[in-house]
C-alpha cells in the first residue's frame, strides 16, 4: 500500500484542481492520498469525485497555518474532521480573510521596487483559494523578476525580507484543540523545517500534546536528519504516530507524489480516530 498524507490543489498554493491531484496520485501509483489544502476544504468535493472514479482512496484533510505566542510558524495537518464545525470553520475564515488584506500590504510594498499590481497576482489565483505567498511568487515569475517560486523564497519572499507582513493565525493548541472538537486528528506538519524560518521548542510539543495532538510528520523532505532523531524521541516519549509525506504542490514544488509514504498501520489508526468525515473509497 502507497499511502501519502499531504497535497495541495489550486483551492490553496497547488497548480493543479483537486480532480487532477488525485489523477495525478493515481498515474504516480498511489493507493492512497490526502488532500490537505492550506485553511481550506473547498477541494474535497471535487477530489471525492475523482477518487471514486479513479480508485484512488481520499483521505480528505487540511493544512492548518498556526503561530506561537513568540511569532513561530507552525503547520498542522488536520484528517478527517467535520468541515462545517463551526469553532474550526470560524478560525480557518479568519485567517483566510486575514490572508488577503495580508497580500495586498505585500504587493504595495513590492510594488515599490518591482513591476508588480495586485490584478497581476489574483489572475494565479483560483476563484476562492487560500491566498498565499506562492500566488505572488508566480505574478513576479510571469513579470520576469524570479526564476520560479523557490527563487521568490529565497529572496524577496522570505519571512525575513523587508517585503513580508504577517497575518492573523491561531496559536497551535487551539488549532489542535479545535481539529479535536471537529472530530478530527492533528498532525504536526514538518515540524522541525529550519530552511523556512525558526522551529518550535519542546514546551510547544508539551502544549500541543496537551490539546490532543495525535501524530508527527517526520519523513517529509524539509525536515533535517538530525532533527528526524529529535522528533522519534518526541513521538516516543508522547505515544504520537509518525507519518511520512510528500507536500505535493503540482508543479509549485519540486517535491513529487509519494516520494515518502506512511503505513497502513498509522492510516488504520488515524481512520479509527477521525470521526468528523470518511474516507473516500
Ligand atoms: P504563506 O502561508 O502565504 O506565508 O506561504 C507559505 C507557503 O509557501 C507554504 O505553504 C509553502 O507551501 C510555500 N512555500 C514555502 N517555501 C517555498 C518554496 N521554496 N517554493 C515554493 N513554495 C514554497
Ligand atoms: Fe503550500
Ligand atoms: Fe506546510
Ligand atoms: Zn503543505
Known amino acids: 500500500m502507497r499511502i501519502d498524507l499531504h497535497a495541495h490543489s489550486n483551492v490553496s498554493d497547488g497548480t493543479q484542481a483537486p480532480a487532477d491531484v488525485i489523477e495525478s496520485a493515481a498515474g504516480a501509483g498511489l493507493d492512497v ?6 485553511d481550506s476544504t473547498a477541494g474535497w468535493d471535487e477530489a471525492a469525485a475523482a477518487a471514486r472514479k479513479t480508485g484512488v482512496a481520499l483521505v480528505p484533510g487540511m493544512e492548518i497555518s498556526c503561530r506561537t505566542a513568540e511569532g513561530i510558524s507552525v503547520h498542522l495537518l488536520s484528517y478527517l474532521h467535520d468541515p462545517a464545525h463551526p469553532g474550526l ?8 480573510d486575514a490572508r488577503h488584506a495580508r497580500a495586498q500590504r505585500m504587493v504595495t510594498l513590492l510594488a515599490e521596487d518591482y513591476p508588480l499590481t495586485w490584478d497581476d497576482v489574483i489572475h494565479h489565483v483560483a476563484p476562492g483559494a487560500t491566498l498565499g505567498r506562492p500566488h505572488i511568487a508566480d ?10 517560486r523557490a527563487e521568490a523564497f529565497g529572496s524577496i519572499l522570505t519571512s525575513r525580507s523587508r517585503y513580508w507582513v504577517q497575518h492573523y493565525a491561531p496559536e497551535p493548541a487551539l488549532a489542535v484543540e479545535l ?5 478530527g486528528v492533528p498532525v504536526f506538519a514538518h515540524p522541525v523545517a529550519s530552511a523556512r524560518g525558526r522551529i518550535v521548542g519542546e514546551e510547544t510539543y508539551r ?9 508527527l510528520e517526520i519523513y517529509h523532505r524539509d525536515n533535517p536528519e538530525e532533527g528526524r532523531r529529535f522528533l522519534r524521541r518526541i513521538a516516543k516519549q508522547y505515544g504520537l504516530l509518525v507519518t511520512g509525506s ?13 516520494e515518502n509514504l506512511t ?15 470518511s474516507v473516500v473509497r
Open 33 to 38: 492520498i490526502a488532500l490537505t489544502d492550506h
Open 89 to 96: 470553520l470560524e478560525e480557518i475564515t479568519k485567517s483566510k
Open 139 to 148: 505574478a513576479l515569475v510571469a513579470a520576469g523578476v524570479v526564476e520560479d
Open 179 to 183: 481539529v479535536r472538537a471537529a472530530g
Open 207 to 215: 502544549e500541543m500534546v496537551d490539546a490532543g495532538l495525535a501524530g
Open 246 to 258: 510528500s507536500d505535493y504542490h503540482g508543479a509549485g514544488k519540486p517535491n513529487l507524489l509519494g
Open 263 to 277: 503505513t497502513p498501520e498509522v492510516l488504520a489508526r488515524i481512520e479509527e480516530m477521525g470521526t468528523g468525515s
